[in-house]
């Protein structure tokens, strides 16, 4: 059992623009978050994806490691992830229900790190945040994320 806390919420509106930080967000189910790229163009960014990626998530845990481990400083929004949480085990939530308030998610597979994250940031992060890059999520019931809300097991 955990329960954690939403600290951040990013959306990308385009490729390759600059991530948005939001308080409330609307979340879709089967869709994504509202005005995120994934979300406005749902087919595009899931060509030749068997897993649904509706929604990303980072442990804020993640971030301190890369700088107390690795000496690499970034900030949550650079790693372009939509929701940052404190006290959750993301990896272990692949193929399971979780709430963020009111909202119910599953995890459908690890969102490992990609060279356009490691070229974008200008940083060597791919092998320090291997199985350590957040989590994808499918929203399968719909409503609004805000910071600060619990996050807990469905």
Do not use: W
């Not at 068997?50 to 980072?58: F, G």
Request: glycine share 10%; hydrophobic share 45%; net charge positive.
């Amino acid at each position: 059992m955990f329960e954690g806390a939403l600290l951040a919420i990013y959306t990308v509106p385009s490729a390759g623009e600059p991530a948005v930080e939001h308080s409330t967000i609307a979340a879709k189910a089967g869709c994504g978050l509202e005005g995120d790229r994934f979300a406005t163009d749902v087919a595009k960014h899931t060509r030749g994806y068997t897993k649904i990626r509706a929604v990303s998530l980072i442990e804020e845990e993640t971030v301190a490691a890369l700088a107390r481990d690795h000496a690499i400083a970034v900030t949550p929004i650079e790693l372009r992830r939509n929701l940052l949480t404190r006290g959750v085990p993301l990896n272990h939530l692949v193929g399971r229900r979780f709430r963020i308030g009111e909202v119910l998610l599953e995890g459908t597979e690890l969102c490992e790190p990609c060279q356009y994250l490691a070229d974008r940031l200008g940083r060597p992060v791919l092998k320090p945040l291997l199985h350590r890059g957040g989590l994808r999520a499918a929203i399968l019931g719909s409503g609004t994320l805000a910071v600060g809300a619990t996050i807990r097991p469905a």
